[in-house]
């Protein structure tokens, strides 16, 4: 098993429970990272006694630097300092859990170290999938999925005899908040109503996402990079009771799913321990208290986000950047009540419609994508 871990946003949701994961395995932790939530990253380091840290806000680093002074940790802080731990401090693996296109830079800074990747940054593989996937092949480092979803079809796959005999990948969705509602029922859905989620506990942004179905669009880009696979032989089933994580099926129609109680801390520990499994933190699945499981087509018309990120797909290259981008430009607005549930569908499809990028992959032409996508959502609600 792993002896050292960096975990890049510790102060989330999956980089909490990451770290208790880490405690309970008594893996050592080299780095921790937040956006700035400096109270409880101030804990952690009490804690787990990492050799450096960063806090992507300059000012919040500062703060944290004076409050640990008794100690002699380094405090680095905005891209750079997110980029200079990701490659400089030595650890058998990188868990990045940070939200959002900000883990791009970072990831592929590990990767150029040949660190091994835990990956819970969605974002990274949906914008950069085809610079961060190349990266990894030349370095020979592996990008393991801590997403609940990817994590279940990468067990799924610890059988497979060849990859030629897989014909699909099933992803499942919980539905979100709104499962069964159209349009009409929408109009009005304020912010908090957006931010419970019938199964997993998580962080605003993709409370948010699960809510509007985007995190199933990304998660769809995020299946295709990780298993190499078309998006066409990528299905999404909802499955409201979150017991099946996803399922594959081979060419025989034979399909294999991956069970278990909604917990993080499953996959999480299992990208940390793979190819080893411990025994963890989640509670058993008891199958006779659950009784019935259900399944259901999602439903396109009304989950906008669901059917801009298809056509995302479709159209390749970089449009998953831009649906992305206009996605966390929206979510944004959402969270600070300046716009409507239902506009975050209909800003992101209407961005993948209308914006052009370029057909070049690079990192420069990714992060123009993604900033051009959020420039358009800004100006379209005359917030610039
Ligand atoms: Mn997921």
Known sequence: MIKTITILGSTGSIGTQALEVCKKLGIQVQALTAKSNIALLEKQIREYKPKAAAVYDKEKAKILKENISDLDIPVYSQMEGLCKIAADIESDIVLNSVVGMVGLKPTLEAINNKRHIALANKETLVAGG?????AARENGV?????DSEHSAIFQCMQGMNDKKELKKIILTASGGPFFGKKMKDLENITKEQALKH??????????????????????????KWLFDIDEKDIDVVIHRESIIHSMIEYKDNSVIAQMGVADMRVPIQYAITYP????????ELDLTQISTLTFFKPDYDTFLCLKACKLALQKGGLYMAVANGANEQAVELFLKDEIKFLDIGNIVLKAVNTIDVSDEITLENILKADNDARNFVLCHFNKK
């Open 142 to 146: 592996k990008i393991i999925p801590v």
């Open 130 to 134: 085809e610079l961060v996937t190349r």
């Open 198 to 223: 019938p199964n997993w506990s998580m962080g605003a942004k993709i409370t948010i996402d699960s809510a509007t179905m985007m995190n199933k669009g990304l998660e769809i880009a995020e299946a």
């Open 276 to 283: 080893q499994r411990y025994p963890s933190l989640a509670a």
